[in-house]
């Protein structure tokens, strides 16, 4: 099983937007709902920040906002804050098991 | 509340044998699948196996097959990952996380996490 294409870094201003891409292929991000999405800063456990594709779990921001188009998955983090520097991870469902993207750095400038 | 606690880190010798375990608390342990994540240090997650403590059923990624098992006591609550002959390249943290989702058939989102387990395998 491939691991799910995130792009290695991105970066943001404080206050601006950014969007994490994920791709996979038929056989998982686009053959199922089941997008999930891990925040992970250093040295601590990763932390849900969406299910299924676009729901948000209790207690996580509306600034996070996920959304799927074929088999492409993106996380949107919008007036991006200091603490929101981190690593995020994609994870799809794939007909059991699972897979994740390599993951993404976030940088806030 | 609903947590995971995993036991402590560990050194261990090539060839050695190793049993990590994850113990969960503030829900019926039976109800969700557990799964096993692998993290290198500087590196990605990467999905281990899944198991099913009602029933014992696991799913392993085709990566970790045969090179681990995992296993789970409803009696106390406890996931566990074994190594029957480690090796340097099984020098990683290791995390457990719980299924949020509750189904059977596709278990698909994941929380909590547990602390992680590091494990270090080194002559």
């Known amino acids: 099983q491939s691991a799910l294409t995130q792009p290695r870094s991105v970066s943001g201003s404080p206050g601006q937007s950014v969007t994490i891409s994920c791709t996979g292929t038929?056989?998982?991000?686009?053959?199922?709902?089941?997008v999930s999405w891990y925040q992970q800063h250093p040295g601590k456990a990763p932390k849900l920040m969406i299910i299924?594709?676009?729901k948000r779990p209790s207690g996580v921001p509306d600034r996070f906002s996920g959304s799927k188009s074929g088999n492409t998955a993106s996380l949107t983090i919008s007036g991006l804050q200091a603490e929101d520097e981190a690593d995020y991870y994609c994870?799809?469902?794939?007909?059991?098991?699972?897979?994740f993207g390599g993951g993404t750095k976030l940088t806030v400038l | 509340e609903v947590q995971l606690v995993q036991s402590g880190a560990e050194v261990k010798k090539p060839g050695e044998s190793l049993k990590i375990s994850c113990k969960a608390s503030?829900?019926?342990?039976?109800?969700?699948?557990i799964g096993w994540v692998r993290q290198i240090p500087g590196k990605g997650l990467e999905w281990m196996g899944i198991?099913?403590?009602?029933?014992?059923?696991?799913r392993y990624s085709p990566s970790f097959q045969g090179q681990v098992t995992i296993s789970a006591d409803k009696s106390i609550s406890t996931a566990y990952l074994q190594w029957s002959s480690l090796k340097a390249s099984d020098t990683a943290m290791y995390y457990c996380?719980?299924?949020?989702?509750?189904?059977?058939?596709?278990?698909?989102?994941?929380?909590?996490w547990g602390q992680g387990t590091l494990v270090t395998v080194s002559s």
């Open positions: 996380a719980r299924d949020g989702s509750g189904s059977y058939y596709t278990p698909n989102w994941f929380d909590p």
């Open positions: 503030g829900y019926s342990f039976t109800n969700n699948w």
């Open positions: 198991i099913q403590p009602g029933d014992s059923q696991t």
């Open positions: 038929s056989s998982d991000i686009g053959g199922y709902n089941y």
């Open positions: 299924d594709v676009s």
């Open positions: 994870s799809s469902y794939a007909g059991s098991p699972w897979v």
